[in-house]
């Protein structure tokens, strides 16, 4: 039974540019949620997707976006990248929107340069 | 102040001492979560409980909701319990969003 997984693993961008990460649940997950977690600090809930729709969002700009596919994965997208949007980005995935274990994957590291 | 606070943030023992971190917050809460992180980023889920108290394993974690305290005990500590623990939790019923503490950096030397 496969995990939370993610990808790319690491990825390295340049300021001003876009970028989506994926992560595809657990199987028999329907919910995921996304996290950012900056070197030295617990993560910060980005958003949550359930039924394709963003159901509840965290402190962060427009330019973070997201979706969920009818198969459950979702996609994490940032546009304008800046400085200080480097950090592991982490999924988690669980079987329902209402207070259920999250189950995370291994994060994707992303450094703006 | 954090809503979740953590103590220590950095704890070092010797291989077979009983281990213990705690957590606290400030609100109300309907769960509290106990993580581990490994070097190079990935999270494992420990716990997740609302009351009292729940064992697995050589890990305890204990939660006091009038107190708004838990704590994460492990006995006979390994050095491959070296990580970094993360307390989190869930406001309310319906709140979905995760709030973190910074984590607690446990290194146990052989």
């Known amino acids: 039974d496969a995990g939370v997984t993610q990808s790319p693993t690491h990825l390295i961008k340049t300021r001003g540019q876009q970028v989506t990460l994926r992560c595809s649940p657990k199987?028999?997950?329907?919910?995921v949620s996304w996290y950012q977690q900056a070197l030295g600090q617990g993560p910060q809930f980005i958003f949550q997707y359930y039924e394709e729709e963003e159901r509840q969002r965290g402190n962060f700009p427009d330019r973070f976006s997201g979706h969920q596919f009818p198969n459950y994965s979702s996609e994490l997208n940032v546009n304008a990248l800046l400085l200080g949007d480097s950090a592991l980005y982490l999924c988690a995935s669980s079987p329902g929107p209402g207070g259920y274990e999250q189950y995370f994957g291994p994060g994707t590291r992303l450094t703006v340069t | 102040k954090n809503e979740v606070e953590q103590s220590p943030q950095n704890l070092t023992a010797q291989e077979g001492e009983f281990i213990t971190i705690n957590c606290s917050y400030s609100v109300g809460i309907s769960a509290l979560h106990w993580l581990q992180q490994h070097p190079g980023g990935g999270i494992v889920s420990l716990f997740m409980?609302?009351?009292g108290k729940k064992k697995h394993g050589r890990l305890i974690a204990t939660i006091n909701i009038q107190e708004k305290h838990s704590s994460l005990h492990i006995t006979a500590s390994h050095p491959r319990d070296s990580a970094v623990y993360i307390c989190?939790?869930?406001?309310?019923?319906?709140?979905?969003?995760?709030?973190f503490g910074t984590g607690t950096r446990l290194t146990i030397i052989p």
């Open positions: 409980l609302s009351s």
């Open positions: 199987s028999g997950h329907d919910t």
């Open positions: 989190a939790v869930r406001l309310d019923f319906g709140n979905e969003k995760l709030t």
